[in-house]
């Protein structure tokens, strides 16, 4: 009678500690799932804002690409006006 109500405890516990395994289990895949999706999320994230960098940097370079073009713009019409003035200068002394 000992053995089988030994038996019978033991058999208790080993499906209780099966049950709390389960749990246990069922719980740590879900945490997985959790992770796996928050690294995916997390992936897709920095693909954005690599992308997103990229498209900053190349829209900063056509920016100074664009203000070098206008400075050598500005220095050429200074220069033009300067010698104009000057020709206007120059002229005005011989008509007066």
Do not use: C, G, P, V
């Amino acid at each position: 009678m000992l053995d089988a109500n030994k038996l019978k405890t033991d058999i208790e516990r080993l499906k209780k500690e099966i049950q709390e395994n389960s749990t246990k289990l069922n719980q740590t895949e879900t945490d997985l799932k959790n992770l796996q999706t928050e690294q995916q999320q997390k992936r897709q994230t920095k693909q954005k804002l690599e992308m997103e960098l990229r498209e900053n940097e190349t829209k900063t370079r056509l920016t100074m690409n664009e203000i070098s073009k206008l400075k050598n713009l500005k220095f050429s019409r200074d220069r033009e006006l300067f010698k104009m003035e000057t020709e206007y200068k120059n002229i005005s002394k011989k008509t007066l």
